[in-house]
């Protein structure tokens, strides 16, 4: 929730104070990351918690946005944030923590950092989000539980009970105990077992911790290192059917039949195949089998369907004759399991056991049974599924999570026949919209018609018939929901939809939207729109430009990013250079060439282009021209190659044109720029572009590169300014603007 109201000027000052130039914080901050940092400490709730988020993964390759900083480089100010003992920044720290719980597997150590700070916090409401952040830390390298070790091995080495790192110390314990990955926390403790002199206290609580995490009785810490040396190298998914095994072993009920079955179940998986599947059968069939144990072994047949084989062969049928054990209108929840199940098997001659489940309330079949069945059904993709599961949405009284799950499989299997899945899906949000499904009452629920809309888009369309149209009317309605995740999700939708009026309502909704991540959505959708059809590219792009200046960083970059692919993806814009051309000239009609640069960046080489593209030379020399405008204030060598490289292509090296005139100015521009300034030849390229009669002469910009060159090449050799361009220029001088002339004579006259 957002902070109340109450506490919002005392946050807005700390925010000041936080954001304010100090020892700490440099003065230049990008205004993105001050804002981050802003919406962090004074928004509250989910924008917090997306500011923290951000701030954490800043420069994080692939994840955050590497022009805010290096990696790691907000850390002190997320480490300041969670420091405890100041309650102004309860939400603060809260949404932190709920960052970390999202994106800390990126970062892993420093995400084990960060929370440690939080666990003994004041707040009992901070230091049990910090708990509960710290239990689902976890990442590919094990970077978490290395600092853990070290954490308690030895910074915390000899930490006694009741002070504040024995406080610490056996918090972090009992959280190895949560935490995702089981081995490498049995790991951590039983190194902390192994420490010389080892407290009483600790050797206790860890030795308990251990026994909970692995229902191992062991006691020495000898004996804990020789059982985990030995069973170390299982898998996680061996490894916790071992421990339910133990476990289960001090059940009353079902003691017996546990131990039974994960016993073979390891000498199975060790020895014999066929072995593995009796036991695999007699977990989903005998009676006394618990639900984990059956959820497994469905699993595991499940896997060995999916991979096929003779082995894949026994297990699938296996799973079928399950289907085949009690009634077929009983809640079932291993056979629910077995439906799903067959339906990631991929394997379609399935199908009709699946739809067997899926008949309508007539037959008498269980609601979860039947969800089941939609479930798989969707994920095998048929063709065959699509009638039945329409018929389950005309079904008066059908329940919503059933409802929503067949939607769902539609979508999945993204077959449009005629238009008949699209209309009826239609059909179904317009009757929900109106409070009535088949006649029978339905509740107006926003999950439904979010799942409605997102099936939507991903179905196939005949472009521009009358599917497409109908679709889009609806699209087009639904679009200003008051829902936002309503309206997000048509607007990603109509992005997929071929029809004329797609495009002209994603532009209508882009004005009137105030979301940002809607507005985002929309232009995405603009996007595709133009990619799947070249003939709307110019709309697009003289649509998406001006935003490429939106006050919000994500539509700035979703901007970007659009352009590029509308301009570079459609094959014969790809071809001809047609697309960059035309985003180029809509750039450069309101801004200057450095603007263009971005979406220049990945021009082939000369020798690189295509066929095709060799025919486009005159067009590909111009875009590289605008790209060595756009690098001269930033990039002068690579200003320098690129207008050599138009020089050459176009063999244009005696200045004899106007155009050939202005690329020996921008060369010499770019030349005087360098890190060692190349003066004298820059000066040469100016003075070549004066002719040898004392003609008048009206080009500004020959005249406005002179006083550049004349100017930047005077601090490393006047005498040259005189020597080369005087002569030049001196009979044209006259002709100059004023404030050119005067300048010009001035160095030519300091040279002297």
């Known amino acids: 929730m957002r902070a109340s109201t109450s506490s919002t000027a005392c946050l807005a000052a700390l925010a000041l104070a936080l954001l304010a130039p100090g020892p700490a914080r440099a003065q230049d901050e990008a205004p993105a990351l001050r804002e981050l940092k802003r919406k962090l400490l004074v928004e509250g709730g989910f924008v917090a918690e997306q500011a923290a988020f951000d701030l954490f993964l800043v420069g994080v390759k692939g994840r955050g946005d590497a022009e805010l900083g290096e990696e790691g480089s907000q850390d002190a100010f997320l480490r300041e944030i969670l420091e405890p003992g100041d309650a102004s920044r309860r939400e603060a720290r809260l949404a932190v923590l709920r960052a970390l719980r999202q994106c800390g597997r990126f970062r892993g150590e420093a995400a084990a950092r960060l929370t440690l700070r939080a666990l003994d916090d004041p707040l009992a409401v901070v230091a049990t989000a910090a708990q509960a952040t710290f239990a689902t830390l976890d990442d590919d390298r094990g970077t978490v539980y290395r600092f853990l070790l070290q954490r308690m091995t030895v910074d915390l080495r000899g930490a006694r009970p009741g002070t504040p790192r024995g406080k610490q110390l056996f918090s972090l314990i009992d959280l190895l105990e949560r935490m995702p990955n089981p081995i490498e926390a049995t790991g951590v403790l039983i190194a902390l077992l192994e420490v010389p002199r080892q407290l009483r206290a600790v050797e206790l609580r860890a030795r308990e911790s251990l026994q909970r995490l692995t229902a191992q009785p062991l006691e020495a810490a000898a004996d804990w290192r020789r059982w985990f040396d030995e069973a170390r190298g299982k898998s996680h998914a061996e490894w916790r059917l071992e421990v339910a095994r133990r476990r289960e072993e001090r059940t009353r009920k079902h003691e017996a039949e546990a131990e039974r079955y994960f016993a073979r179940l390891l000498a199975a998986l060790q020895k014999d195949g066929d072995l593995l599947l009796n036991e695999l059968k007699d977990a989903i069939s005998g009676p006394d089998a618990v639900t984990p144990v059956r959820r497994t072994a469905v699993r595991e047949l499940g896997a060995m369907a999916r991979a096929g084989g003779e082995r894949g062969e026994k297990a699938l049928n296996l799973l079928r004759g399950r289907l085949a054990q009690g009634q077929p209108t009983d809640l079932d929840e291993t056979k629910a399991l077995v439906v799903e199940a067959l339906g990631e098997t991929g394997n379609k001659a399935v199908l009709p056991d699946v739809l067997a489940y899926l008949n309508g309330r007539q037959q008498q079949q269980h609601d979860r049974m039947r969800m089941a069945a939609a479930t798989a059904a969707g994920a095998l993709q048929a063709a065959e599924a699509i009638d039945p599961l329409l018929a389950v949405l005309a079904e008066p009284g059908a329940p919503e999570d059933l409802l929503e799950v067949a939607i769902e499989a539609l979508g999945r299997i993204a077959q449009n026949p005629d238009g008949k899945v699209s209309l ?234 106007a155009r050939a005139r202005a690329l020996h100015l921008g060369k010499a521009r770019a030349l005087v720029r360098l890190p060692a300034p190349r003066a004298g030849e820059a000066l040469g390229l100016v003075a070549g572009c004066f002719p040898p009669q004392g003609a008048a002469i009206e080009d500004p910009d020959l005249w406005a590169a002179a006083v550049e060159v004349a100017e930047r090449a005077h601090a490393a050799d006047a005498k040259a300014v005189a020597r080369v361009l005087g002569p030049a220029m001196a009979p044209h001088l006259s002709s100059a603007p004023p404030a050119a002339q005067a300048r010009l004579t001035e160095l030519v006259k300091a040279g002297t």
């Open 424 to 657: 009826a899906l239609k059909r179904f949000a317009d009757g929900q919209r109106q409070g009535s499904n088949g006649g029978a009452p339905i509740s107006g629920s926003t999950s439904l018609l979010v799942v409605t809309v997102r099936a939507l888009g991903a179905l196939p369309y005949a472009p521009g018939g009358d599917a497409a149209q109908r679709v889009t009317t609806l699209l087009r309605e639904v679009s200003a929901h008051e829902d936002v995740n309503v309206r997000n999700f048509a607007a990603v939708s109509l992005g997929t939809i071929p029809h004329e009026q797609a495009f002209p309502a994603l532009v209508a909704r882009l004005g009137a939207e105030a979301a940002p991540h809607v507005r985002r959505s929309i232009v995405e959708a603009l996007g595709q729109q133009a990619i799947d059809r070249p003939d709307l590219a110019e709309a697009a792009i003289d649509l998406l430009v001006p935003l490429l200046d939106d006050p919000e960083e994500q539509i700035r970059r979703k901007v970007q990013q659009r352009l590029e692919e509308i301009a570079t993806r459609p094959p014969t814009f790809r071809e001809t250079f047609a697309g960059l051309w035309l985003l180029v000239q809509r750039i450069l009609a309101t801004k200057d060439a450095t603007a263009a640069v971005r979406f220049l960046a990945t021009l082939p080489a000369p020798e690189a282009l295509t066929p095709a593209q060799q025919q486009q030379r005159p067009r590909y020399y111009d875009l590289l021209e605008v790209r060595a405008r756009g690098l001269l204030a930033t990039d002068a060598p690579a200003a320098l190659h690129d207008f050599d490289l138009v020089i050459t292509g176009l063999n244009l090296v005696a200045p004899a044109t």
